[in-house]
């Protein structure tokens, strides 16, 4: 910086200089004026150099040069790859391990925002994560609730001494509501909910908390559907869960008390499931 400030060729009356770490500097500055040109190479270790990209993106006229340097390194080279994929900014050329970029005429996005999804770089999951759900649709319905069910009893099998079985109903008919007795033995923090919905769904619903065992015994009340599942299968599962999945489903209660709101919930993965035990019902056409 003293060799800049002490050059012939600038010019004091138009520049201000602003000494610290820009981590530091950045969210304390105020921009009085639009950018029409940024080079980024402060701090370079991770997340600094998306630190600075934020502070000084929104200021960006369109048109504006971006410079990013040192894009051979791992931190700044991810912020050069977010920047190719985003629509905000066009990139022009790389000079050796300097990106040159184009503010475009796209709309800001919003730095108090989150909106992920809308972002190029986001645009694509990574399938190094996601292979299994893929591969799961593409099997039938029935067989991926097959193997669904193995896994579960295999880890259950291996990991925890619980039991859990539903005696009845087994098939039949249901009315609007009625009663779900069973079996178990609950070990350690274990917890017994009873969660049903329409065959084929997608989500469960809680029924009423968590259901006290006595003796190897226990029985719930449980709702089926509305009126207009009349003549529709249900099923039901009872389930031994740790007590965060039973945290979970007790604040799930609290606000459909509160709210009247009543999404349905997942099932736990089945790492978190001690035991469980599935029927199914037909709901009546005269309930």
């Known amino acids: 910086m003293r060799n800049v400030a002490a050059s012939a060729l600038l010019r004091p009356g138009v520049v201000r200089f602003v000494e610290g770490p820009t981590q530091q500097t950045l969210p304390q500055h105020h921009f009085s004026n639009r950018l029409q040109a940024l080079l980024l190479d402060g701090p370079h270790a991770y997340p600094f150099p998306e630190l600075e990209y934020y502070f000084f993106y929104p200021h960006l006229d369109p048109g504006a040069l971006l410079i990013v340097d040192d894009i051979q390194i791992r931190s700044v080279h991810n912020l050069y790859e977010f920047l190719r994929s985003d629509r905000m900014f066009r990139l022009d050329e790389v000079v050796h391990t300097t990106a040159f970029f184009t503010r475009t005429d796209a709309p800001t996005f919003s730095p108090s925002g989150d909106g992920w999804w809308e972002q190029g770089y986001n645009r694509k999951p990574l399938l190094r994560y996601l292979w299994r759900e893929r591969v799961k649709a593409w099997l039938p319905r029935g067989l991926r609730a097959g193997l669904s069910k193995a896994r579960r009893r295999a880890l259950q099998q291996s990991h925890t001494t619980c039991q ?124």
Do not use: M
Request: aromatic share 8%; net charge neutral.
């Open 164 to 287: 859990v079985r539903i005696v009845r109903p087994r098939g039949g008919e249901v009315g609007e509501a009625g009663t779900v007795e069973g079996a178990a033995v609950l070990t350690g923090e274990a917890c017994l909910w009873v969660l049903v919905r329409r065959a084929g769904g997608s989500g469960w619903w809680p029924q009423g908390g968590p259901v006290p065992v006595c003796g190897g015994r226990w029985s719930g009340i449980v709702s089926y559907g509305e009126p207009r599942d009349q003549g529709h299968r249900f099923e039901i599962c009872a389930l031994a869960v740790g007590p965060a999945t039973n945290d979970v489903w007790l604040r799930w209660l609290d606000r459909a008390k509160t709210t009247g709101n009543c999404p349905p919930v997942e099932l736990p993965s089945a790492e978190f499931v001690y035991a469980e035990s599935y029927a199914s019902v037909r709901k009546s056409r005269e309930a």
